[in-house]
């Protein structure tokens, strides 16, 4: 009997180590999903990717990231810096994940790394509507002396610049936004301004006097960047990612802010 016992409170005390476990087990998990900020660099003069409303950072994605961050219970925070300094930031491990329309090229491959693409990004011109300019060939064209606004370091300042070789020191000016490009346009201190096609869309209708030409210079895939070493944050977002894309989410996203033509 006594043995019998002795037995039924060993058997009662590995239960109740095993619940110890258990009850530890879920206080982990809750202290894992105890919500962890997710920092995301962005330059948030890209309508309609981001751009403020009021005080707020909204735009495509912005609720992306917001719906990637509900999905992995992290609580998002945005920070809008010079587009400039996103890969940087992201780099030294000041932001989590820069996401800003970014195109994805090799040069910044060497870099940083990628997410999947979740948006198609096509690089456009923008000019007055009485210009002379009908195409890109225009502006690269022998002994043309038009001059090109872009936003510093974007793909649109990359291509031209490359395009225009040694022309590009005096013919491209680079500024920090989009918004101070298309504003030294309408100010006819540029010829044309290239630039992403939604936010060029966006300029356009708030601009009077301009237009898009008809032409895709370069089409490019958008993705979300982040530190070469941090591939646990980037297979998780690729993760909430796959399934966002897949459930249409992030179509539905996309729908709310460009209308399709
Ligand atoms: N898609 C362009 C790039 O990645 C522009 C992005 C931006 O200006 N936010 O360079």
């Not at 039924?8 to 109740?16: K, R």
């Not at 997410?115 to 022998?142: C, F, H, K, R, W």
Request: with cysteine; net charge negative.
């Amino acid at each position: 009997m006594k043995k019998i016992i002795a037995l039924m409170l060993a058997l009662l005390m590995v239960g109740a180590v095993l619940a110890a476990c258990g009850g530890t087990q879920t206080t982990d998990a809750t202290a894992d999903s105890a919500k962890t900020t997710l920092t995301m660099a962005t330059n948030a003069y890209f309508p309609p990717y981001e751009y403020y409303e009021g005080e707020k950072i909204v735009g495509i994605d912005a609720e992306v990231a917001q719906a990637i961050a509900d999905k992995l219970g992290m609580e998002l925070k945005i920070v809008d810096i010079e587009f400039d300094s996103i890969i940087t930031g992201v780099q030294t491990g000041k932001y989590d994940m820069g996401m800003a329309g970014m195109t994805v090229t090799d040069e910044r491959k060497e870099s940083v790394d990628f997410s999947d693409s979740y948006a198609t990004g096509i690089q456009s011109v923008i000019v007055p509507e009485n210009s002379p300019i009908a195409s890109v060939d225009d502006i690269l064209a022998e002994g043309a002396t038009y001059k090109v606004g872009v936003q510093l370091s974007t793909t649109g300042d990359i291509y031209i610049s490359d395009d225009l070789g040694d022309a590009a020191a005096e013919r491209v000016t680079q500024f920090q936004t989009g918004n101070d490009a298309v504003a030294a346009l309408v100010a006819g201190k540029v010829d044309a301004v290239v630039i992403d096609n939604e936010p060029a869309k966006s300029y356009v209708a708030a601009n009077e006097g301009l237009k898009i030409l008809d032409t895709e210079y370069v089409v490019e895939d958008y993705a979300i960047c982040f530190a070469k070493d941090n591939t646990e944050l980037k297979d998780k977002v690729n993760g909430a990612l796959k399934v966002l894309i897949e459930d249409g989410t992030v179509k539905g996203i996309v729908d709310k802010y460009i209308t399709a033509e």
